[in-house]
């Protein structure tokens, strides 16, 4: 069974990096697929912020394109997420999935709050 | 950018009743559609892709039609466990987008 587990400060200050992990077990990621983020602010729905394939290309939202960065780190079998200059409105629970265009599997999400 | 827009974004409902939640796309995805179950805490579990096949161990009660700019979910006979938000997503882009949720509450 694929699982996904999320990892990071659930306390950023504005104006530095947001930093998340994200260890996959069940699978290895170096095998196939795409691997994503998306995030869920309060009160409001779901974002899709990018995408990292398990040979290391990504493809990010435009409206979040400057700031973040992804990753793979497949000795970890990680992935990590960094959205740089982060403001109040980067608070949100975000979450970590394995993508196939649609997604599959998701970790149970992490809180950060940029304050 | 696709928008997504759901409704309704509030339902009440009680155990036993059949809920249709809709999920309109700003111009035609062919049938390139997710559904989503969130709950708090809880992983989101995937539903329904490609508009209309259920994922391998979701309910039978639970069914997705349409295509083009007009979906829907249907859940046959709500269980308690089904209370819960839930999000459609298409991804006939390179730009993946969600409706807004809906949330289906106890009545």
């Known amino acids: 069974q694929v699982q996904l587990q999320e990892s990071g400060p659930g306390l950023v200050k504005p104006s530095d990096t947001l930093s998340l992990n994200c260890t996959v077990s069940?699978?290895?990621?170096?095998?196939?697929?795409?691997w994503g983020w998306i995030r869920r602010p309060p009160g409001k729905g779901l974002e899709w912020i990018g995408s990292v394939h398990h040979s290391g290309g990504t493809y990010y939202n435009p409206s979040l394109e400057s700031r973040v960065s992804m990753s793979i780190d497949a000795s970890k079998n990680q992935f990590s997420l960094k959205l740089t200059s982060v403001t109040a409105a980067d608070t949100a629970l975000y979450y970590c999935?394995?993508?196939?265009?649609?997604?599959?599997?998701w970790g149970r999400g992490t809180l950060v709050t940029v304050s | 950018d696709i928008q997504m827009t759901q409704s309704p974004s509030t339902l009440s409902a009680s155990v036993g009743d059949r809920v249709t939640i809709t999920c309109r796309a700003s111009q035609s995805i062919g049938y390139w559609l997710a559904w989503y179950q969130v709950k708090p805490g809880i992983a989101p579990k995937l539903l329904i892709n490609k508009a209309s096949s259920l994922e391998s161990g979701v309910p039978s009660r639970f069914s997705g039609s349409g295509s083009g700019t007009e979906f829907t979910l249907t859940i046959s006979s709500l269980q308690p466990d089904d209370f819960a938000t839930y999000f459609c997503q298409q991804y006939n882009s390179n730009l993946w987008t969600f409706g807004q949720g809906t949330k289906v509450e106890i009545k």
């Open positions: 999935a394995r993508e196939r265009r649609d997604f599959d599997y």
């Open positions: 069940g699978y290895s990621i170096s095998t196939g697929y795409y």
